[in-house]
């Protein structure tokens, strides 16, 4: 019963995260220009796409984050070819091979880090809380390197729905250029609780997770609708993930992406982070609130 209130709109907003909604209403920031078309879309369709240029312009820790990520990549060569050894193993499913986490499956949060800043950017914690209404929670930020694979699509290459809370809010930021043989992000439009699209696809359980393949999927939306988030570096794009999503269906090309979760301080998601270093920045409201009690 508890579990079903969580996952029902007005007792998720008004019983278990009254608090948060009350008071991002009472003092929420208007967005402006890019930061409002994209809240609009990601609104009516459940995924926008932009650009680190056009959302955050010139004073962003964007190249600051490119910097770091670059730095990373050489002085782990060794560890990045030793992990595109393993990438064809179907005997680990669900530890996803095909992807290396570059700060590990469980990153120590520090605050002051380049990975969390970006996350804490104005305009994208703002658009996480208004499209969720109410002051929202950082849980998570990693680095994806997905390598190409030659065999059939598993896990997460799968078309599924993500079930941390209500509406969730993920941010993937391209740092590399992504084509079609890249494993772009793709999603199926109006899937997201505020959309439209209301059956369910037909799916096989991987555990615990249903998993549909592509003609599945299009038995219940045909493809032309698919959102296929194609983009050179800098890419962002914004997804609520209870819709319909998949990604990683590399073939050709490795993708490289941050990538970086909101949820509602109710949620019960599995906790991705362990706490890091202590907190020396000056962080106005919201950005205080989305780190929460982390150190």
């Not at 995260?17 to 009350?22: D, I, M, S």
């Not at 967005?31 to 056009?54: M, Q």
């Not at 700060?103 to 120590?108: D, T, V």
């Not at 990693?142 to 941390?164: C, G, K, M, Y």
Request: net charge positive; with cysteine; glycine share 8%.
């Amino acid at each position: 019963m508890v579990r079903a209130a969580r996952h029902y709109g007005p007792t998720w907003r008004y019983v278990f995260n009254f608090a948060p909604t009350l008071s991002y209403q009472w003092r929420r920031q208007a967005l402006y220009g890019e930061a409002a078309r994209v809240l609009e879309t990601l609104n009516d369709d459940g995924v926008a796409l932009t650009s680190a240029k056009a959302l955050l312009g010139s004073n962003s820790c964007y190249g600051e984050l490119c910097g770091t990520v670059e730095s990373f990549q050489a002085s782990s060569r060794a560890e990045i070819a030793r992990a595109r050894l393993g990438v064809d193993n179907q005997d680990a499913i669900g530890k996803k091979t095909f992807i290396l986490e570059y700060l590990g499956r469980n990153p120590k949060f520090d605050p002051a880090s380049v990975y969390a800043r970006f996350a804490l950017e104005r305009n994208i914690l703002g658009i996480a809380n208004a499209y969720l209404g109410m002051r929202s929670r950082l849980r998570y930020y990693n680095v994806w390197h997905t390598f190409p694979t030659s065999i059939e699509a598993r896990e997460s290459q799968l078309w599924h729905r993500d079930r941390e809370d209500y509406l969730i809010v993920k941010v993937f930021l391209y740092l590399s250029d992504v084509d079609e043989g890249a494993g772009p992000f793709i999603y199926a439009r109006g899937s997201h609780p505020k959309g439209q699209l209301r059956r369910e696809a037909a799916y096989s359980l991987e555990g615990n997770v249903r998993r549909s393949t592509d003609d599945q999927l299009a038995e219940v939306m045909p493809r032309e609708k698919w959102f296929k988030g194609v983009g050179e570096k800098g890419t962002i794009i914004f997804a609520d993930t209870r819709g319909y999503h998949c990604g990683g269906r590399a073939r050709s090309s490795a993708r490289v992406m941050y990538t970086a979760m909101f949820t509602s301080p109710a949620s019960q998601s599995e906790e991705l982070m362990v706490n890091g270093t202590s907190l020396s920045l000056p962080l106005d409201r919201d950005q205080a609130f989305a780190i929460g009690n982390r150190k």
